[in-house]
Every structure is written in C-alpha cells, then in structure tokens.
C-alpha cells in the first residue's frame, strides 16, 4: 500500500481550514526535546509539560540529572506518569550520550544529515523512530513527520496505512509520502483532529470534516 500524497495534501488543507492557522511548539535543543518526548509517553500535554519543568527546576544540568539518585528524579517527574520507568530511561539515555561525546551534549547532530540524526538518537536505549522523528521537526526544523499513537489511528481510519500496521510499518510508508513542507503542519493537525474528533472509543464520525474522505467514517455510515 502507497499512500497517495495528494489524498494526503487534502486532508491538511481541510484540517487546517476547520483548526485555524498553523502554530509551531515552541522550539527546545536536542536533547531537551529528546527528555520531552520520553516525558510525554502515555500522559497529557498539560502533564508532561510540568515533569518536564519540574525536571529543569530541580536539575540545572544535564550531569545532576544523570547522577541524581532514580527515586529522586522518579519524584521530580511524578506528575508525568509512569515516573520510574522514565526516571531510569532518561537515565540511561543520558549515560549513552556521555559515554559517547564525553558530555552530555548533542549539538554536534546539528551537523548531520537526517538519516545520521536518526540513526544517531535510535540507537539510544529507547528511543524509537517517532521520538528521533520529534527531535529533528520540533528541534531542527527538518522535514520529519512524527507518527503517534492519534496520527497512526486516523492515518489507518483513513486508509493510508493497513489497519494492523506497526508503528515501524507506519514510519517506513506512510512518512515519505506526506510532502516535506507540510510534516510539520499536517502532524499537528492530526494530533487535535485525534483528541477532539477522531477518538480511540467513540469517535465522533458525524461531526467530523474528514468524514467524506475517510473510510472508517464511510463504513460507519453504511
């Protein structure tokens, strides 16, 4: 299954005309972004946002939060969910990096290629392809297209992806075949088309603008 672009084009313009003009997230540094999207698995924007300033306020650096002890930056995080697990893989994450570049730093990926970038941060204890997919259009301004749990969801409802696709599947097919200039644009738009409309339970096909292109909302109807 190839994703047709053009189909894909569409549903941005017709997302974008019901959300309202495009607003970007505010931008952090690399490896900021890469602690963010750990933080933001499996909770809320609002809760995420909160264990990551809490984390900022609690550690000035990088280093402190690497030495700190697990159950104390497991508390730091709390309000983020699943603090523990987290707590131990930013850990990890940041050993690697140190290990690596000798500093907890990754400015230096600033100057690679995105297939190097991607490499680079998948081969970090945890992260997978969205999380290295977020740092390069969140932080780097690179044409990525993240796929979360609400673009996987709506991209299959849509038909641009099999119904029973992997996450990786969904990367390999489905991120080549949105166009570059609208990743960016097209992966927010999702992600509020997801949480207000196109739900997990009880998606709400009938106020829905997609409904015309879609063919879950299709069969739903019939």
Known sequence: MTPDSR???????????????????????????????????????????????????AFPDWDQVLDAEPGTLADVIRCGGIADQKARRIQQILAAIRAREGRIDLSRLNDLDDAAVEE???????????????????????????????????????????????????????????????????????????????QAQRPRCGACVLRGECAYGAATAS
């Open 120 to 198: 680079y941060l998948t081969s970090l204890p945890g992260v997978g392809p969205k999380t290295a997919a977020c740092v390069l259009v969140f932080s780097m301004g690179r044409a990525a297209f993240p796929i979360d749990t609400h673009v996987h969801r709506i991209a299959a409802r849509l038909g641009w992806i099999p119904a029973k696709a992997s996450a990786e599947q969904a990367h390999r097919t489905l991120g080549p075949a949105v166009p570059p200039d609208i990743r960016y644009d097209l992966h927010l738009a999702l992600i509020t088309h997801g949480r207000e409309v196109c």
């Open 7 to 57: 189909h894909i084009a569409a549903v941005q313009r017709v997302l974008r005309a019901s959300q309202g003009p495009f607003v970007p997230k505010p931008r952090l540094p690399i490896l900021d972004e890469v602690v963010a999207t750990v933080l933001s698995q499996h909770t809320s924007d609002r809760n995420s946002e909160r264990a990551f300033a809490q984390l900022k306020a």
